[in-house]
């Protein structure tokens, strides 16, 4: 029973081309999250979203948008990949609200950019 | 499913000692980490410990590791407002990829 899943675990593409990584979660969570880790093992929030309200770090460059096609899935869409989108990208789910204390994380997708 | 087990909810007093625990399955841990995770903010690294090590200590953080129970702690000594937060463990196994415990949110009281 996996309760968060990411597709794929591992990503290898080229500069310039648009990817995806779906996440599906089984727990009938409310809120979903995408991170990304940086090289000091630092996860960085990119976005939060639950049924009504997006929330996007404004960090994160417009080439990375979220999808969410119902409730149990929330995908990250990435364009014109660059060499430093390289990282490991975790999704992450949340019963109630943004940030409650039970955040259940996938298995990480490694993403190289070549 | 998860491998990763933390209790959710800890509360002490100020200038207590809390001490969080975590219990992993997978026996090809090489580092342990704890993370801190503040309201809205992404998870910033406490602290890591490699599996040959029984213990670390690092300013007000001790990390315990029992290998053959598979139990990690974090003990934060005189534990402050500013602790306040949820703790993530995690295990790091083959291919470098990190496995996330469900977090231990601390409180602290004045």
């Known amino acids: 029973d996996t309760a968060v899943s990411q597709t794929p675990k591992y990503l290898v593409t080229q500069m310039g081309n648009d990817k995806s990584i779906k996440c599906e979660q089984n727990?009938?969570?409310?809120?979903m999250y995408w991170y990304k880790q940086d090289s000091k093992k630092f996860l960085k929030i990119m976005f939060s979203?639950?049924?009504?309200?997006?929330?996007i770090n404004e960090t994160v460059p417009n080439r990375f948008s979220p999808k969410s096609p119902d409730k149990a899935h929330l995908n990250l869409h990435i364009n014109s990949l660059e060499l430093g989108d390289s990282a490991v990208y975790f999704c992450?789910?949340?019963?109630?609200?943004?940030?409650?204390?039970?955040?259940?994380f996938g298995p990480g997708t490694r993403l190289t950019v070549t | 499913g998860e491998d990763v087990e933390q209790s959710l909810f800890l509360s002490v007093r100020e200038g207590d000692s809390s001490v969080i625990n975590c219990t992993y399955t997978?026996?090809?841990?090489?580092?342990l980490y704890w993370y801190k995770q503040e309201p809205g903010a992404g998870l910033q690294l406490l602290t890591y410990i490699f599996s040959n090590m029984d213990m670390k200590q690092d300013q007000r953080l001790t990390v315990l590791l029992n290998k053959k129970d598979k139990h990690l702690s974090l003990r934060i000594a005189d534990t402050q407002t500013g602790d306040s937060a949820i703790y993530f463990c995690?295990?790091?196994?083959?291919?470098?990829?990190?496995?996330f415990g469900g977090g231990t949110r601390l409180m602290v009281k004045p």
């Open positions: 992450a789910s949340s019963p109630t609200g943004l940030f409650s204390y039970e955040q259940y």
């Open positions: 979203y639950n049924n009504k309200e997006l929330i």
């Open positions: 997978d026996s090809s841990s090489t580092y």
């Open positions: 727990l009938g969570h409310d809120t």
């Open positions: 995690a295990h790091e196994a083959a291919g470098n990829m990190l496995t």
